[in-house]
């Protein structure tokens, strides 16, 4: 930042300049997080003038009301974000070593691998209904539906990723894996030594995309399964809303269930970073 | 410490090389066969759709069929609908399933909203990268954690905020909420930071104020990073789906993806005519993606963005 022209100049303009995305922010994301608190705290819908204050009930109704869905809708969460982080590192990297391998075509595969990306998940979604229901019916069945919706996550994020990985691998000095192969390093040797540690800010940037991403999971669901059957695909997000727009008088529930979502996000990705902090690199 | 012979690498390399062709057209088939499913099913009658669900061409241009047709046995020229023409679908999908305004909408909430989001963007990232005021670090930290904050979670809250702006079933719900980008700023900052102090010095020295050192000297540097990040703003906007879903019920107002649920509500849906309706909705990316691939490819490794 040492090349300004006159850094001990203030210059109040600026406020001007950053005045438009101020003013958004503040609204839509400081003044209504701060609603959607105070909304999670009544009952029925208290700005539309009904409803009175309840403290914490929506909170404690969520989490151990009788009929609450929220654990079952937070362990299915949970359960397809766990298969897309999984079903993602293992079809993207190696598919972006496999693309760097291949003599012919590498331009051609990065654009069909990326169509998915560039395609509305809801085409996509109707799509894969029908591709599903002529292969196996999977989505009929609450021991596979959430398999198969994962499945379309990861066919879908497969491609954007492998160019992540791509890019990351380039930048992989060829150096080191001559060095490996001086010292006599099998292929594996040179994939868990070489590779891996110096892809592991990529590593660390994929996995934590998709794990925001999974956790938010919704048009798949809503698309394909409603969260059937037997509720093997009722996720987190899909709760919300229904509560929210389907249901009347919900408001302040969903929003409670909106808040401990975030907490959970909250809590999952300070895990992930503290335990990628934790692991060493070659370069430090 | 010797090296193996370069004749049995080299074989090994090559072998490894062909493997991993074999395999990336294998994956690519995978990508490509729903795409082409969506196409072919597109083209069906409602009648073909649901007497055969896994064939990627219609019954009625099948060869084994006009075959059968030729023998005199009963075939799939024999249904009603046969003489159905190719896009027959997507014209009716235009004509009576409202496909053309949910398509203009797509484009109109994908083209505003990039074009006011940028502009934002950029006036603030400039502020943040060349300029000095009190509270700059503060400020900028804020914007960055509303960064963090995901779009699930602020679904209600913004919806309740819209709704008492009083823009529920307007364009400007739709768009409003969008238009504020802290990633944009994050970007754009960085970028606007490498540009040389020198080359602004030139231009104050010319006459130029503030906004001029912006528009002669900045924008027209950083042509690239803003095409990719318009690029990126626009494909999320077209695939948005939950928030217009959440403020519209009024279907004029309905982009294609709000539109294509819809039509799978319905009871009886006509299938075909949805597979016609979402090949419209993903051609113009893709037009897009063909044409821009050097900006977007290119782009990825800098962005977090994904298109929703």
């Given at each position: 930042m040492g090349q300004r022209t006159a850094p001990e100049r203030t210059q109040p303009v600026a406020y001007l300049y950053i005045a438009p995305a101020f003013l958004l922010v503040i609204v839509f994301t400081l003044v209504s997080m701060g609603l959607s608190f105070y909304v999670s705290l009544h009952s029925w819908d208290p700005i539309r003038g009904h409803g009175q204050f309840v403290g914490a009930s929506n909170y404690v109704r969520a989490l151990v009301g009788e009929n609450s869905v929220f654990w079952l809708a937070l362990r299915n969460t949970a359960m397809y974000v766990a298969m897309s982080v999984v079903g993602v590192l293992i079809t993207s990297l190696p598919l972006a070593m496999l693309c760097r391998k291949a003599r012919y075509g590498q331009s051609l595969f990065r654009t069909l691998y990326f169509l998915p990306s560039i395609t509305p998940m809801v085409v996509l979604s109707l799509v894969w209904l029908w591709l599903f229901d002529a292969w196996g019916k999977p989505l009929s069945s609450p021991r596979t539906a959430l398999l198969a919706i994962a499945m379309l996550g990861v066919w879908q994020a497969a491609g954007y990723n492998m160019l992540l990985f791509l890019a990351g691998l380039s930048e992989i000095p060829q150096a080191f894996y001559d060095a490996a192969r001086v010292d006599g390093a099998s292929r594996w040797q040179e994939f868990r030594y070489v590779t891996i540690p110096l892809l592991r800010n990529t590593i660390i940037f994929v996995t934590v995309m998709v794990v925001i991403g999974a956790f938010q999971v919704f048009t798949q669901a809503y698309i394909m399964t409603r969260g059937g059957p037997e509720r093997s695909t009722e996720v987190v997000a899909l709760q919300v809303f229904k509560n929210a727009f389907s249901y009347a008088g919900q408001m302040g529930y969903a929003s409670a269930m909106a808040w401990l979502l975030f907490a959970v996000l909250f809590v999952v990705i300070m895990i992930q970073m503290r335990v990628f902090r934790s692991q060493r690199t070659y370069d430090e | 410490m010797n090296p193996p012979a370069p004749t049995s690498r080299h074989r090994l390399l090559r072998l490894s090389s062909v493997v991993a062709l074999l395999v990336m057209i294998l994956g690519a088939i995978i990508m490509v066969y729903p795409y082409a499913y969506m196409v072919g099913s597109s083209l069906k009658t409602r009648k073909e759709f649901a007497g055969d669900k896994r064939s990627l061409i219609p019954a009625r241009y099948q060869i084994s069929e006009h075959a059968k047709h030729r023998r005199g046995e009963p075939s799939a020229l024999d249904w009603e609908g046969a003489d159905w023409p190719l896009l027959k679908n997507y014209r009716d999908a235009l004509l009576y399933g409202h496909v053309d305004v949910f398509l203009l909408n797509s484009l109109l909430y994908a083209v505003v909203l990039t074009t006011v989001q940028l502009s934002i963007n950029v006036l603030a990232a400039y502020a943040f990268a060349r300029m000095n005021f009190r509270g700059k670090n503060v400020l900028f930290s804020i914007l960055l954690a509303t960064m963090m904050l995901p779009p699930a979670v602020l679904l209600i809250p913004r919806f309740i905020v819209i709704r008492e702006l009083g823009l529920v079933d307007s364009f400007l719900g739709v768009v409003l909420p969008g238009f504020a980008g802290a990633f944009g700023v994050f970007l754009l900052r960085q970028f606007f930071l490498n540009i040389p102090s020198t080359l602004e010095d030139a231009a104050r020295l010319d006459g130029c104020g503030t906004f001029g050192v912006l528009?002669?000297?900045?924008?027209?540097?950083?042509?690239?990073?803003?095409?990719?990040?318009?690029?990126?703003?626009?494909?999320?906007?077209?695939?948005?789906?939950?928030?217009?879903?959440?403020?519209?019920?009024?279907?004029?107002?309905?982009?294609?993806?709000?539109?294509?649920?819809?039509?799978?509500?319905?009871?009886?849906?006509?299938?075909?005519?949805?597979?016609?309706?979402?090949?419209?909705?993903?051609?113009?990316?893709?037009?897009?993606?063909?044409?821009?691939?050097?900006?977007?490819?290119?782009?990825?490794?800098?962005?977090?963005?994904?298109?929703?």
């Open positions: - | 528009r002669h000297v900045i924008l027209p540097l950083s042509k690239p990073v803003l095409i990719t990040l318009g690029l990126f703003t626009f494909i999320a906007a077209w695939n948005s789906f939950i928030w217009p879903l959440v403020v519209l019920s009024d279907q004029t107002y309905y982009p294609l993806t709000v539109g294509l649920s819809l039509f799978r509500e319905e009871s009886g849906a006509d299938w075909p005519r949805i597979f016609a309706a979402s090949v419209m909705g993903s051609l113009p990316l893709i037009a897009l993606f063909l044409v821009a691939q050097r900006y977007i490819i290119g782009g990825i490794s800098l962005s977090g963005l994904k298109g929703q």
